[in-house]
């Protein structure tokens, strides 16, 4: 029995040194996960309010667009782009560039799509940003640099429209054999985005059977 009591107490006594020597650690170390846990609610929170803030702001783009308040639209777009810059952001960019080209006002639309061709990398926006650039580069007579971003590869299930588009380009340019050939891989495409085949047809048979000379 005594043995057991000296052991016993010979252990408490081993439990109070290692406590006394490690103690200050343990608490810096519980502070320290402490601080960790309530950080990160903390940054939770303020992604929440973050998005909740992207959220408005979105919305009320919308709304500025819808009513023809294309300079109020501007400004809440700028503060947008101080809060977040990926879901909601693309979104009011999209809006806005569009609603620049329902007012004739391309040049800031082509900037607008341009900054969204650089930073998005979701193949669906991707597709469509890329397709209404070239449409607007070519339209402002810079063919070339509407070429260089449909000739690479197009996106899942944009593969017919920017096909379509260097076709177009290419007709444009009297180049009938590269335009036919471009129609051809429209229609070849595994999904024409809803469009439908018949006006891209009548694209292609304008082309005529061969290289054209362009008229005179």
């Known amino acids: 029995m005594a043995v057991e ?6 252990q408490g006594e081993r439990v109070r040194q290692w406590l006394q020597s490690n103690l200050p650690g343990l608490i810096i170390g519980l502070v320290i996960a402490l601080g960790g846990v309530f950080g990160f609610q903390q940054y939770q929170q303020a992604q929440v309010s973050k998005q909740s803030a992207a959220a408005g702001s979105y919305n009320a783009i919308q709304s500025l667009i819808d009513g023809g308040d294309l300079a109020g639209a501007e400004d809440y777009f700028g503060q947008l782009q101080g809060l977040d810059e990926s879901g909601y952001y693309k979104l009011a960019a999209m809006a806005l560039a569009a609603a620049y080209v329902d007012a004739g006002r391309l040049a800031p639309a082509i900037e607008i799509y341009q900054a969204l061709w650089v930073r998005t990398d979701i193949d669906s926006l991707r597709g469509m940003v890329g397709l209404r650039l070239a449409r607007l580069l ?13 000739s690479g590869t197009a996106p899942i299930g944009y593969e017919g429209a920017w096909a379509e588009a260097r076709g177009d380009i290419y007709f444009d340019q009297s180049e009938f054999a590269l335009a036919r050939q471009a129609y051809q891989q429209a229609l070849d495409a595994p999904t024409d985005m809803g469009f439908g085949t018949t006006l ?17």
């Open 5 to 10: 009591l000296y052991d016993e107490h010979e």
């Open 138 to 150: 070519e339209g402002q007579g810079d063919s070339d640099e509407a070429l260089s971003i449909l």
């Open 200 to 216: 891209i047809q009548m694209k292609l048979d304008a082309t005529g059977p061969g290289p054209l000379k362009a008229d005179s």
